[in-house]
């Protein structure tokens, strides 16, 4: 790999790939780098993640199909390959294999998605509780049952779904309580054995917390793309303008980590915005960008208008002055 | 070494016996693996549900969010402490051992 490419394409999700596709269908040279060891992201994981949208295609089918696209169009596909680090001049540090080199990228476009957002509730600590993204990885990736009697903290669609990976798992569903989880406590000697709520005990052996997504946007942060702070996406996100590009001009960003989204807007909020890179790149023409946009907004609904309300209050993080004194 | 964890919460594999496997040990003792999965599946699997015990206050943690961002999967792995178990895939006759507190890296340059 040259230390010098045309677009780097942070996080291999749903927006990652749809955007690395999309740019390199339209001419841009594309490297698409993901830390884990296959391609897809939450997709690799995910057993239904379009329901109620009415499509059954699984999360891995997905995946495959879209890398499969992704490596016709050309795109030069590096997983196992984790970005530690952004600095000035749109260089990016990279690790691969145990060595880590600089590389800088004329465009770069940020998809590194979300992680499982922290519930605390007494109890929460102990082994056998995990998130739903743990439960989903270790069940439908590893083949790997963490326990026999599950409780799941969660609201549909995604109880739904984990209830079915579960059983489907050889496991059980002993008790499924709301997201809000009100009340909620584990109890266990080295690992949870029971948990009570609304004044009810139930003997489990894994606790499910599915409490939503958090961006995860530490790149863009590191960038120091201005960044605001939505409950509506999530949290703390970078914000972009109408062409997903951030604050710091050839940075862009998509997916998850401008805000958490489902899969299918990930998918077409990437597109748009690889179509968005190669019009800032001269390789199409502005009316086709125009023609990205009015397809994404039809497919996203009202997140256009979340992402362009993102609160400005914390537009600048603000570098740590040397002399400042403390109150 | 410590007494192997007993599995009463039903931990186990799922599907097909697995083929491809190499041999790991945690705190002595021998553990089957399925190549290039991560250290926490076959450890699991065997039915151990405590990987680490924290500095100050000694509670068991076990691994929450098994994308190698929370720290609670943290191992000892041949003598380095601090190897997340989520993202560490086995590798045959890899020594792993519970993590008692921070750690130390006695067998290390560092």
């Not at chain 1, 677009?7 to 955007?19: D, F, K």
């Not at chain 1, 989903?136 to 009697?149: A, E, F, S």
């Not at chain 1, 005990?201 to 863009?220: N, Q, S, W």
């Not at chain 2, 919460?9 to 083929?19: D, E, P, Q």
Request: aromatic share 4%.
């Amino acid at each position: 790999m040259s230390d010098r490419v045309q677009l780097a394409v942070v996080g291999s999700g749903p927006s990652g790939l749809g955007a690395a596709i999309a740019a390199a269908a339209a001419g841009a040279r594309v490297v698409l780098f993901d830390e884990n060891g296959e391609a897809g992201g939450q997709l690799r994981y995910r057993s239904r993640p379009f329901e109620g949208s009415g499509s059954d295609v699984t999360g891995p089918e997905l995946a495959v199909s879209l890398t499969g696209q992704a490596i016709a169009a050309g795109v030069d596909i590096r997983t196992d390959c984790r970005v530690w680090g952004a600095f000035q001049g749109r260089a990016l540090g990279v690790e691969c294999d145990g060595a880590s080199i600089v590389i800088e990228a004329e465009r770069i476009l940020f998809a590194t998605g979300s992680v499982d957002r922290s519930q605390p509730f007494p109890g929460g600590s102990l082994p056998g509780v995990f998130t739903a993204r743990a439960v989903q990885i270790l069940l439908n990736v590893h083949l790997m049952r963490p326990g026999r009697r599950f409780a799941l903290i969660a609201d549909r669609p995604l109880a739904t779904e984990l209830a079915r990976d579960i059983e489907l798992s050889d496991g059980e569903v002993v008790i499924t309580l709301p997201a809000s989880m009100p009340g909620v406590v584990a109890h266990g000697n080295g690992g949870v054995e029971r948990l009570t709520a609304n004044g009810s005990t139930y003997d489990v052996d894994v606790i499910v917390i599915a409490a939503g997504r958090l961006p995860d946007a530490g790149l863009a942060l590191m960038a120091e793309c201005a960044a605001g702070y939505s409950p509506a996406l999530g949290g703390f996100v970078p914000r972009v303008d109408d062409w997903m590009e951030t604050t710091v001009t050839g940075i862009f960003a998509a997916g998850d980590c401008v805000g958490a989204c489902d899969a299918d807007v990930a998918l077409a909020e990437g597109a748009f915005a690889g179509i968005s890179v190669a019009g800032s790149l001269g390789l199409v023409r502005q009316t086709r960008r125009a023609e990205a946009r009015a397809a994404y907004l039809k497919a996203a609904g009202n997140r256009a208008g979340a992402l362009s309300n993102v609160a400005s209050s914390f537009d600048q993080i603000d570098r740590v002055s040397t002399g400042a004194t403390a109150e | 070494m410590n007494e192997p964890q007993t599995n009463l919460h039903g931990a186990g594999r799922i599907g097909a016996a697995v083929t491809d496997s190499v041999t790991i040990t945690f705190d002595g003792r021998a553990i089957s693996a399925v190549t290039g999965e991560p250290l926490i599946a076959a450890l699991l699997a065997a039915g151990v549900r405590v990987l680490r015990h924290m500095p100050r206050t000694g509670e068991a943690r076990g691994g929450y969010c098994l994308v190698g961002r929370c720290s609670d999967c943290m191992v000892v792995v041949s003598g380095t402490p601090n190897v997340r178990a989520c993202v560490t895939p086995v590798a045959d006759g890899m020594i792993v051992e519970t993590q008692h507190g921070l750690g130390s890296w006695s067998g290390s340059p560092l």
